[in-house]
């Protein structure tokens, strides 16, 4: 094979590489598959669709009215008689109609940035346009009738309060008529965790049997990011191991007729949870520690219904008597102090990791802590990724020392090389043999300036994660422009940074990767001027390929999230700093300025000419 021919297959290669990068981390969206219909054998009880079981318990499959038409948000939360919920951190209401927690804001948190006219919403009712929302409840047992315990149809009646606050919980209570009532207690913390405490009161002679239950349902694939390296869906804790379901890989799973839906696994677990997570909020079951529980993930494909379960074990209540069960509910941001506090002060193992901390999650969790130790002392997001790039640099500075004398030596080398590629002319094997002994006769190692490189890349993912899956990075300001750092750069070079009277093409263009703004312009140029230091490969493709490289990846990674691109551009600078201090130290004068000044001439004297 001819040196050209082995020129364009590298070239083919690494252009692929990018490729092959890029749709990783910008994969198309996956086409909507609409899930086959099937018959099921799923019971109509009080609107909920209930499944019997082998021990003649019914398991509440689908907690949902599909007879009822969708309304509008506002419309739905007014059809039913509600209890209101208001803290300094959530606002929302209980409805009266099944007990459901089904309307809940976030107000410390704004669907735009600076305002406070839309703030997030959680959670919706059955009927709304965008159901989600939990219940808990009996299922029936024993040969209990259905009708004797509550469904979503049962209509509770406060039995105290009228406002769920931090320090004022509440109580709903319906009575059955034939000797069962049933009492549900809601409080809330000062954050985001809902205890519930659910008992019954037998005042028949006989005994009976009843399981409690939880449950996080959602109508329809949500609004998801659908990003590559994000997980959203069901997350859970099963004894001890993290489970992550997609929501669209929740149709694929077998179908069990006996529960009405497609299930990935039913677990009866020592400890764990269960619920929903997106991007950046979350909706949790989860049971006291030391009680057992079964967790189920299900989709519904009879009304396009996503679940969570948290079924506790079968309960007999002896007449005359009554029974207790206390859960946990989480409902709210996934900020990374508040859900390791409820996993250290609570038991809840694993609740951290319903971050999607990613396969790097040793590098990535520490890189956190690190960050936010760095913010505590600076209050500044966008200084703190600068103060963390001089940590990692200062760790790595040691191996950074070593990779960049070898380039110097190599810089050093780079007359000796190019008198040998004239030397031994098209015979490459010569040419590899004189340079492997140019290279031992000079203790030159060419394969010590990789590295730095190869240890910076899961650092760099690591990073990315974190700035892409942590709350703590939305809409945290840097200066100037740079409002939000989990965000791309809004300036844009199309429009000469807000100079022209004109607003530059949305993300939905396919000239948005060319709307690049001022950090990843200067990522770029410091690219560039760090490969300025380091030597020339002698062939010409390659020369070429890699000059090209700085501004491919330029615009490739310009619509990256502004704090990334802001840490790429300190690490270049410091590195560039770094090596060409060393470089010098070496008796190397690299003349990365005088090269600018040449290339600038030349191409002045060039557009003269012409």
């Not at 009843?210 to 390296?229: C, N, T, V, W």
Request: glycine residues 8%; aromatic residues 10%; charged residues 20%.
């Amino acid at each position: 094979m001819d040196d050209n021919n082995k020129n364009l297959l590298m070239a083919t290669g690494l252009s692929f590489l990018v490729i092959f990068a890029w749709f990783i981390l910008f994969p198309p969206a996956d086409p909507v598959v609409q899930p086959e219909a099937t018959e099921t054998t799923i019971i109509q009880v009080d609107g909920v669709a209930s499944v019997p079981q082998a021990d003649g318990t019914f398991i509440a499959a689908v907690p949902v009215q599909i007879t009822t038409p969708q309304e509008t948000r506002a419309t739905a939360l007014s059809q039913t008689d509600r209890i209101e919920i208001r803290t300094d951190r959530v606002s929302g209401s209980i409805s009266l109609l099944g007990g459901r927690i089904d309307d809940l804001h976030l107000t410390d948190y704004n669907v735009i940035q600076n305002d406070d006219s839309d703030t997030v919403t959680l959670l919706s009712p059955a009927n709304s346009a965008d159901p989600y929302y939990t219940v808990h409840g009996w299922a029936p047992a024993g040969g209990l009738d259905a009708s004797a315990v509550p469904g979503a149809t049962t209509v509770w009646t406060v039995k105290r309060g009228r406002v769920l606050t931090e320090t004022s919980p509440l109580t709903i209570m319906w009575d059955n008529g034939a000797g069962l009532v049933f009492y549900r207690t809601i409080a809330i913390d000062e954050n985001y965790m809902f205890t519930i405490t659910q008992r019954v009161e037998n005042n028949t002679n006989a005994a009976v049997r009843m399981q409690p239950y939880g449950i996080i349902a959602r109508k329809g694939e949500p609004d998801i990011l659908g990003f590559y390296l994000l997980h959203e869906g069901i997350v859970r804790a099963s004894d001890g191991e993290i489970q992550e379901i997609d929501y669209d890989d929740m149709p694929d799973e077998n179908f069990d007729a006996a529960e009405g839906g497609n299930i990935d696994r039913i677990d009866v677990l020592e400890s764990g949870w269960i619920g929903m997570t997106d991007k950046y909020w979350m909706t949790t079951l989860i049971p006291l520690p030391g009680q057992r529980f079964t967790s189920v993930s299900k989709y519904t494909p009879a009304n396009d219904t996503y679940q969570a379960d948290m079924r506790l074990p079968v309960m007999e209540i002896s007449g005359g008597q009554d029974a207790e069960i206390t859960t946990l509910l989480f409902a709210g941001a996934k900020e990374v102090s508040t859900i390791r506090a409820y996993q250290d002060d609570l038991g809840i193992d694993k609740f951290v990791d319903s971050v999607d901390w990613g396969i790097f999650f040793f590098i990535t969790k520490p890189i956190f802590a690190l960050l936010s130790l760095i913010h505590g002392w600076i209050g500044n997001m966008g200084l703190s990724i600068i103060g963390l790039t001089l940590v990692i640099k200062t760790m790595l500075a040691p191996l950074a020392y070593k990779s960049y004398v070898s380039m110097a030596k190599m810089k050093k080398l780079q007359p000796e090389m190019e008198e040998l590629k004239k030397r031994t002319g098209d015979d490459k094997q010569a040419m590899q043999k004189e340079m492997m002994i140019l290279y031992k006769k000079n203790k030159v190692n060419p394969a010590s300036g990789c590295l730095p490189i190869i240890l910076q890349i899961p650092i760099f993912f690591s990073l990315y994660k974190v700035l892409f899956v942590t709350i703590e990075m939305r809409h945290a300001p840097f200066f100037g422009w740079i409002q939000d750092l989990s965000a791309p750069d809004p300036s844009s070079i199309l429009n000469l940074f807000g100079l022209l009277p004109f607003s530059p093409p949305g993300p939905e263009s396919f000239l948005a990767i060319l709307s690049i703004g001022v950090f990843p312009i200067l990522m770029g140029i410091t690219m560039w001027m760090q490969q300025k230091l380091n030597p020339a490969p002698t062939d010409k493709t390659q020369a070429m390929i890699f000059a090209w490289m700085p501004w491919v990846f330029m615009f490739m990674l310009g619509r990256f999230a502004s704090g990334l691109v802001i840490y790429w551009v300190a690490n270049n600078t410091i590195t560039f700093t770094q090596q060409y201090l060393i470089m010098r130290s070496q008796g190397v004068k690299p003349d990365v300025f005088g090269n600018i000044m040449s290339s600038f001439r030349k191409f002045k004297e060039k557009d003269t000419k012409e």
